[in-house]
């Protein structure tokens, strides 16, 4: 596509729910990046993507929370039983390599948990 | 660990004003410095960068210099608009020896800029 990809645009769920946020990088891009953006707190590197392998999943705040990604392309985020305390923004970034600094980021996916 | 430091905001300025945002940095290796800027209902997007120690980045009338000595990469920029008004975020990405990439971005907190006319 023309850029990166992500659905859904917001998300409400209860406390407990799972959720699932998708991510559809630029194609051809090899290098796929999730971050969490919550207010007052910058931006959170969560985990990388170089292929369908993941070399950095050191910033995933907890085993509640799992990332894959298939075939090079798409790659879905998800949040088991949900705490109100991942309520954010969560970002997708692709880049062409991951030896290319510009990265390009999606609209994000709002995620509020009640 | 590495890790970006950003001015505080919110920075309210008037139209043609001089910006400066500071950004500076620690870093073990040999880190890339870059400005992204999220504008209003927008996703984030790369405004300028630079790779190496003395390096200007530019962009849409913005710069920012690599100061290997001060560590810092401080925005600038002579004339702000109205549409210059979006959080800005300095970010670090490092190289390691022999050209190895650790992949992601370190991010500033961001700094909130809004130019009245």
């Known amino acids: 596509g023309a850029g990166v990809s992500q659905s859904p645009s917001n998300k409400v769920t209860e406390k407990g729910k799972d959720v699932e946020l998708r991510c559809d990088p630029i194609s051809g891009h090899t290098a796929l990046y999730w971050y969490r953006q919550s207010l007052g707190q910058g931006l959170e590197f969560l985990i990388y993507?170089?292929?369908?392998?993941?070399?950095?999943k050191s910033g995933l705040p907890s085993d509640r929370f799992s990332a894959e990604r298939t075939g090079g392309s798409v790659s879905t985020l998800t949040i088991q039983r949900t705490q109100q305390e991942d309520s954010a923004v969560y970002l997708c970034?692709?880049?062409?390599?991951?030896?290319?600094?510009?990265?390009?980021f999606g609209e994000g996916s709002r995620l509020t948990v009640l | 660990g590495n890790s970006v430091t950003q001015m505080e905001g919110p920075v309210t300025l008037s139209e043609e004003a001089f910006l400066t945002i500071n950004c500076t940095y620690t870093?073990?290796?040999?880190?890339?410095l870059f400005w992204y800027v999220q504008y209003p209902g927008e996703g984030l997007q790369l405004l300028l960068k630079?790779?190496?120690?003395?390096d200007k980045g530019s962009n849409k009338g913005f710069e920012a210099t690599y100061r290997k000595e001060t560590t810092s990469f401080h925005l600038e920029k002579g004339s702000v608009q109205v549409s210059d008004s979006a959080v800005y975020f300095c970010a670090l990405r490092i190289l390691g020896a022999g050209g190895t990439s650790y992949g992601k971005l370190t991010f500033g907190q961001g700094t909130i800029l809004t130019v009245h006319p």
């Open positions: 993507f170089q292929g369908n392998s993941a070399p950095d």
């Open positions: 870093a073990t290796g040999y880190p890339s």
């Open positions: 630079a790779t190496k120690a003395d």
């Open positions: 970034a692709s880049s062409l390599t991951i030896w290319t600094g510009e990265l390009f």
